[in-house]
């Protein structure tokens, strides 16, 4: 009986010494993050794929969506007839009109396709995203509905 409680508690023991290193070999990497850009108090691990990741330009686009793309050159001319002809990705992302979907869908969208070409693993390709960006702009429903989807897979991308 003894001699499984020591065992018991060695384990513990051991495993609290291993999550406490991680967290020290995390935290030292939050640290270095706070050097690299002064101002910031702390540092969130989670968000590197959401659409104000990607306005900040903390992380070079993807050769393949270059800032200045066009929605229209990205999305086609279907989204050109609901959104300005000449208005850029980056631009999409300073829209804010409280309560339309269909901004909403666009800042979404631009961000799953960013993720799709700089995220190995990411849920969508770049043509579904491409794809579905287009069927999302047929109503306000799907429009919500994608807006969604989208927002759920740009919040768990790590």
């Known amino acids: 009986m003894?001699?499984?409680r020591s065992?018991?508690?060695s384990r513990l023991i051991l495993f609290?010494?291993?999550?406490c290193f991680a967290a020290v070999s995390s935290s030292t990497t939050t640290t270095t993050t706070l050097k690299r850009h002064s101002g910031f108090l702390y540092s969130r691990t989670r968000g590197k794929c959401t659409p104000q990741f990607w306005s900040s330009r903390r992380e070079a686009w993807p050769r393949m969506v270059p800032q200045g793309s066009t929605v229209s050159n990205v999305f086609g001319s279907r989204a050109s007839e609901r959104y300005r002809s000449d208005m850029t990705l980056l631009e999409s992302r300073a829209v804010n009109e409280e309560g339309n979907v269909f901004n909403e869908l666009l800042k979404q969208?631009?961000?799953?396709l960013l993720n799709s070409y700089a995220r190995k693993g990411f849920p969508y390709s770049a043509w579904e995203v491409k794809t579905l960006m287009i069927q999302g702009l047929v109503s306000e429903y799907a429009a919500a509905r994608l807006t969604r989807r989208f927002s759920v897979a740009n919040d768990a991308c790590i």
């Open 16 to 19: 609290l010494t291993l999550t």
């Open 7 to 9: 065992l018991v508690l």
């Open 109 to 112: 969208a631009s961000a799953a």
């Open 2 to 4: 003894k001699m499984a």
